[in-house]
Every structure is written in C-alpha cells, then in structure tokens.
C-alpha cells in the first residue's frame, strides 16, 4: 500500500514536470553530514543531494566539485579524512532519462588544518611553591567554537571527562614537569602541542636582613626582606611583604625595605596570587635602641698576663642610675661567658684567651640596651712560670750577710715570694726544700741571712691570687764557704788551685759521716754531681770543662766546705809564661 503510494506521487510528480513547461523543475539541495561547512583536515564528512518531492524516483546525480564534474555518482558523495583541496563548493543535480532537475545552490565546504595547541598556565609562572595553585589550559588557536574533547600528558590528566583546562590546587612538588596537550574532534587529532615545564619548588622561607642591630640615638635601621629565588622577573610574579613587630602585623606598606627606629622582635614574609600564597615566616631579628650608659669589662684581678691554673674574673661594669641589667659577651675566645655580669674563670687555659666585651640589656625594656664596651685582652699563658734566683755575695765572708733576690716575670703583678734553704738528699739525688724563717709570703722580692757561716744552697717561688696560684720552684742557687774546720770539709789532691788538662786531681770529703757525693758548679751556672766517686772521693782525669766550685754533701744533709778549681791548658799556660818573661825584659 504504501509501496503503491509512492509510486503514484512519483509518477503524478513527473507527469507534471513532464507536462508542465510552465512550471520550473525541482530544485536540490546539498546537504552535510555532519552539517557543518567547516571541519579539519583528516575529518570524514559526506555530502548528500536530496530531491524535494523526488523520493521514490529512480534518479541519476551528477555532480559538480568546485568547477570540476564527478559522474557516475550516487546521491552520496563521501570525503574520507578530508584534505584542504576538498573546501570547494559542491553541487548537484538529478537526472532521470533525458529529464533534468536545477543544479542545487552551491555548497561550499571549508576544511582547515587546526593549529598545534598550545599549553598556558594561569598565573603564567613557570616556577611555583608547593602549595601555590595554577591552572595549566589547552588552547587550539582557530578552532573556538568547535566541541573539542582533549588528550594530555603527563596521563594522569586523562580523567574524563577530559576539559580544556586542569586546577592544581595545592601543588606538590610532584606536580612539576612537562605538560602537553592535542585536541580531537570526530576521529582526528591535532598535533600534541609544545612542552610547557612547570617547576614546583619547596615553600621558600622569607629572609630579613638589618642593616644594624642596635638603633642609633636618633637613627634609624633599615630591613630589607626577600625571598630567593626569586621565582621570575615578570611583574606578575612580583612579591609584596608583610612586616612584623613582636609578632604583630604593624607596617602597612608592602614594601621590600622599611626603615624602623622604634626596638622589637622583627619578621617578615612574602606573598603573591590570588588567593595571596604566603612564604614560610623568616628568623626573627633583634632590634634594639640604644641606651646612653657605657659598660667597661674589668679584670680581677688586673694581670696582663696569666698561667694556666690561676683564677681570674671577668666583669662588666656598668655605671649611671640604678638601672637593672641583663649582660651579653662577645668573645674570640674557645670559651664563651655565660650572660651574666661576672665571668669567674677557675682554672685558666689558654682556652680563655681572648678579647671580651659586654653590652647590657634593660631589664624593664628588653629593647633597649647600651652599646659595646671596649674589648679587652685577656691573655692566658700556659707556661708555668719559674722565678730566677740569684744569691749574693757568692763567697761568704765574716760577719757579711747573703741577700737572695728572686725575679719573676711581670713583677708588678701581685706576686708575693717563698724563700727556702735546700736540704740535701743524697737518695733522691736531688735536694728537699725547707722554708726559711719568716720565708713564707713575703712581698719583698728580696730576703737577708744574717750570721751565715756554711755552705749553702736556696731556692726560691712565688705566689699569687686567691686560690694560691704558685709557680715552679727557682734553680738551687749556692753561697759558699771556705772553711775547713766546719763539720765536713773538703780537701783537693793534689793541694793548689790550678790544675793542667789531663790532670788525675782528687777531691775528698772529711768529716764524721759515712755517705756522701761530690758536687760542682761550672762557670755556666749548671749544677752536676761528681760521677766517680770511691767511698769519699771523687777522682777526676781533668779537662777544662772541670773548672767550677766543688763542695760535698753528706747522706745526713750537711754541706762541706768549697774549693774552686780552675784547669787551663798547658800550652796557653806555657804561652802565658813567656808573655810574662816578655814583661820583665
Ligand atoms: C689594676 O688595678 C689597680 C687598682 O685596682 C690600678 O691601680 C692599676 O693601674 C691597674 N692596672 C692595670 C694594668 O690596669
Ligand atoms: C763521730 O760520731 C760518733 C757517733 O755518731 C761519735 O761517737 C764520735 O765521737 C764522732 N767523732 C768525731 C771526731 O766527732
Ligand atoms: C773562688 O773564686 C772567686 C772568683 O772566681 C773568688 O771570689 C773566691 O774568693 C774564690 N774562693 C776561694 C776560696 O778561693
């Protein structure tokens, strides 16, 4: 029936057209599938021609393709993966025997190659901090208004439904990298675009800097606050600062550099975007103002010098008003004093050398504080000092008195002196020291023995400070006596003063003792005991280092008599003799 009914209209239609010269044919149209005039190279599109009222009838096309003709044709005209010389105008017209209907309006069909996309960020920073936000969009120049779906790397991306453009909210640091994207419309791709890199960076720390840490009376002080790196020079990407006093927003410039004269605990930060991303807040920096008291370090006691050992306090004085102070030290010394007025040093070394100052901090306004004092040099030797003795005379003569006179270094510096008498001790082959009366701490450099008529030998310290600070002990030095009828003597073989090189002398101890050693005195001040000794003599093949003073000591601790003897050479003494002969003629 239907079937039937089409049949009809198509033969009622071309009676008319037939029989019709006063009516015009039918006319075409050209229609798209799908029905835009506009794709991208590499789309599919199929051009249709359709008869208004034609259906049914068994129509030829031909058609026209820009200004070429394409025969034998279908109603159908597809253009697989359209190529840009397929935007031309497209016509048709039908055909049935010899009958023809119009051409149909031209169709025009416009293919164009969509650019390569390309990748922006929103902010266009290329380098963000963790926690920033961006916006990372895919833009196809010329293809607006087109239904794009969209492919991207890095894949995570890739979740559907797949947008022109990604929020990263919060970055992390594994956000940074290369993103790319392509469009795709119908089957077809476009090219990926360009590899934008996106740089996510740690949460960078604001830095503070003061150009001074104190304000001058009447100055100023100037901050400067940055953050590093800093990201891009773009203007966008700018910072501003926020300024903090004892943890207060107070300055509202955002300025990169403020001056402040007013003391406080200062911080700053730096902030950029919308919604503003805040650094990490910077140190805090002290400033303080300045008051006018002048602290001075003192030494107790004052020595220039000190020994390792010794007790010293360091202090800082500061004078004017009865303000309370907190105290700071600054010193190049391996030990640092702890924030008190009084350093008290027990047991120096050289550790402690060094140059202190001190400053004081109000206590009432932890912001104001005085200035530096001067430094001042305390220098800790870790020589132990040895005092040198001298004895004179040297040869006791009747009735005379013995001066000892002990000399240390820096002698002005409050040493006070210990004067012994050396007791000998032939175990020990040394000597043991037993004060002198009234020896004990004497300020006098100096001490007199009246009456003495002996041999004998002293030594010398000094004392100093509270804990007793000593040094080491002096050199033995000797006083000695001629006398041959004290307790012990001792006698020479042979019996005269002057002795030739290669001389056998012997030298032998008298006296009612049993022990004994022989001991000399060289010129050159060296003290040294007698090596061979046979029961109470010592036997010497003598050369010229022999000469010296000569004197025994006996097991229970008396000294003998001296002798000097002096060996010279015999030829020089030979040489001597003849200068002497030259004299009388
Ligand atoms: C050490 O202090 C005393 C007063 O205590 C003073 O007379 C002396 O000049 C000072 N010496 C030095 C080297 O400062
Ligand atoms: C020597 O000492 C002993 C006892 O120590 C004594 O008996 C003797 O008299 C002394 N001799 C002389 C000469 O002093
Ligand atoms: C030993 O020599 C010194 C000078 O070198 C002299 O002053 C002293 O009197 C001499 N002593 C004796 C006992 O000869």
């Given at each position: 029936m239907g079937h039937s009914l089409l049949c009809m209209m198509g033969f009622f239609l071309l009676s008319t057209v037939i029989r019709g010269n006063a009516e015009a044919p039918p006319k075409p149209t050209v229609t798209l599938q799908p029905s835009r005039t506009q794709i991208y190279s590499g789309e599919t599109v199929t051009v249709r021609c359709e008869i208004q009222g034609g259906e049914g009838a068994q129509?030829?096309?031909?058609?026209?393709?820009?200004?070429?003709?394409?025969?034998?044709?279908?109603?159908?005209?597809?253009?697989?993966?359209?190529?840009?010389?397929?935007?031309?105008g497209y016509s048709c017209r039908g055909r049935r025997g010899s009958f023809y209907t119009q051409w149909s309006d031209i169709t025009t069909l416009r293919v164009?190659?969509?650019t390569k996309p390309t990748v922006t960020l929103q902010p266009s920073w290329t380098q963000i901090y963790s926690?920033?936000?961006?916006?990372?969009?895919?833009?196809?120049?010329?293809?607006?208004?087109?239904?794009?779906?969209?492919?991207?790397?890095?894949?995570?991306?890739?979740?559907?439904?797949?947008?022109n453009e990604y929020r990263i909210i919060r970055a992390a640091e594994s956000d940074g990298g290369g993103y790319s994207c392509r469009g795709r419309r119908s089957?077809?791709?476009?090219?990926?675009?360009?590899?934008?890199?996106?740089?996510?960076?740690?949460?960078?720390?604001?830095?503070?800097?003061?150009?001074?840490?104190?304000?001058?009376?009447?100055?100023?002080?100037?901050?400067?606050?940055?953050?590093?790196?800093?990201?891009s020079?773009?203007?966008?990407?700018?910072?501003?600062?926020?300024?903090?006093?004892?943890?207060?927003?107070?300055?509202?410039?955002?300025?990169?550099?403020?001056?402040?004269?007013?003391?406080?605990?200062?911080?700053?930060?730096?902030?950029?975007?919308?919604?503003?991303?805040?650094?990490?807040?910077?140190?805090?920096?002290?400033?303080?103002?300045?008051?006018?008291?002048?602290?001075?370090?003192?030494?107790?006691?004052?020595?220039?010098?000190?020994?390792?050992?010794?007790?010293?306090?360091?202090?800082?004085?500061?004078?004017?008003?009865?303000?309370e102070w907190d105290?700071?030290?600054?010193?190049?010394?391996?030990?640092?004093?702890?924030?008190?007025?009084?350093?008290?040093?027990?047991?120096?070394?050289?550790?402690?050398?060094?140059?202190?100052?001190?400053?004081?901090?109000?206590?009432?306004?932890?912001?104001?504080?005085?200035?530096?004092?001067?430094?001042?040099?305390?220098?800790?030797?870790?020589?132990?000092?040895?005092?040198?003795?001298?004895?004179?005379?040297?040869?006791?003569?009747?009735?005379?008195?013995?001066?000892?006179?002990?000399?240390v270094e820096h002698p002005s510096a409050g040493w006070s002196f210990y004067w012994y008498k050396a007791v000998p001790d032939l175990s020990e082959k040394s000597s043991s020291y037993e004060l002198l009366p009234d020896g004990s701490g004497t300020a006098q450099d100096s001490y007199i023995i009246h009456g003495q008529t002996h041999t004998a030998g002293y030594v010398c310290r000094a004392g100093r400070g509270d804990p007793e600070y000593h040094t080491d002990h002096s050199q033995p030095?000797?006083?000695?006596?001629?006398?041959v009828h004290s307790a012990a003597s001792l006698t020479v073989s042979p019996d005269r003063v002057q002795h030739?090189?290669?001389?056998?002398?012997?030298?032998?101890?008298?006296?009612?003792?049993?022990?004994?050693?022989?001991?000399?005195?060289?010129?050159?001040?060296?003290?040294?005991?007698?090596?061979?000794?046979?029961?109470?003599?010592?036997?010497?093949?003598?050369?010229?280092?022999?000469?010296?003073?000569?004197w025994c000591e006996s097991g229970s601790g008396e000294f003998s008599s001296a002798v000097n003897i002096t060996v010279q050479s015999m030829l020089l003494y030979i040489y001597f003799l003849d200068l002497n002969d030259l004299d009388v003629t």
């Open positions: 129509w030829t096309y031909e058609w026209r393709r820009g200004q070429a003709s394409i025969r034998p044709t279908s109603s159908e005209y597809r253009i697989i993966r359209a190529a840009e010389s397929d935007g031309v164009t190659v969509p926690g920033e936000t961006v916006t990372v969009r895919c833009e196809i120049q010329g293809g607006e208004g087109a239904q794009w779906t969209y492919g991207w790397r890095p894949a995570k991306l890739n979740t559907p439904p797949t947008s089957s077809s791709w476009t090219e990926w675009s360009d590899i934008t890199l996106l740089k996510v960076t740690a949460k960078p720390k604001a830095e503070l800097r003061a150009d001074r840490t104190a304000v001058p009376v009447g100055g100023s002080v100037t901050l400067t606050c940055s953050v590093n790196p800093s990201s020079s773009s203007s966008s990407s700018r910072w501003k600062y926020y300024w903090y006093r004892d943890g207060k927003s107070f300055q509202p410039v955002t300025n990169g550099q403020i001056s402040v004269s007013e003391g406080g605990l200062y911080s700053c930060r730096g902030g950029r975007g919308e919604p503003v991303y805040y650094t990490e807040d910077s140190e805090s920096v002290r400033i303080d103002t300045t008051a006018s008291n002048r602290p001075v370090v003192t030494l107790y006691p004052n020595w220039s010098e000190i020994y390792r050992g010794e007790t010293i306090t360091v202090r800082c004085e500061i004078h004017g008003g009865d303000t105290y700071e030290w600054e010193t190049n010394s391996i030990r640092k004093p702890p924030n008190q007025n009084e350093y008290r040093i027990r047991s120096a070394s050289s550790s402690n050398s060094g140059n202190y100052r001190c400053k004081g901090r109000m206590k009432s306004s932890q912001h104001k504080t005085t200035e530096w004092s001067d430094s001042v040099t305390l220098t800790v030797s870790d020589n132990k000092p040895r005092p040198v003795l001298t004895v004179s005379p040297s040869w006791l003569s009747p009735g005379a008195s013995v001066t000892l006179n002990c000399q030095k000797f006083v000695w006596s001629a006398d030739f090189t290669s001389d056998s002398v012997s030298l032998t101890c008298e006296g009612n003792f049993t022990e004994w050693r022989v001991r000399k005195f060289s010129e050159d001040g060296r003290l040294s005991d007698c090596r061979r000794m046979t029961g109470s003599t010592c036997n010497i093949d003598t050369s010229e280092s022999d000469t010296g003073v000569y």
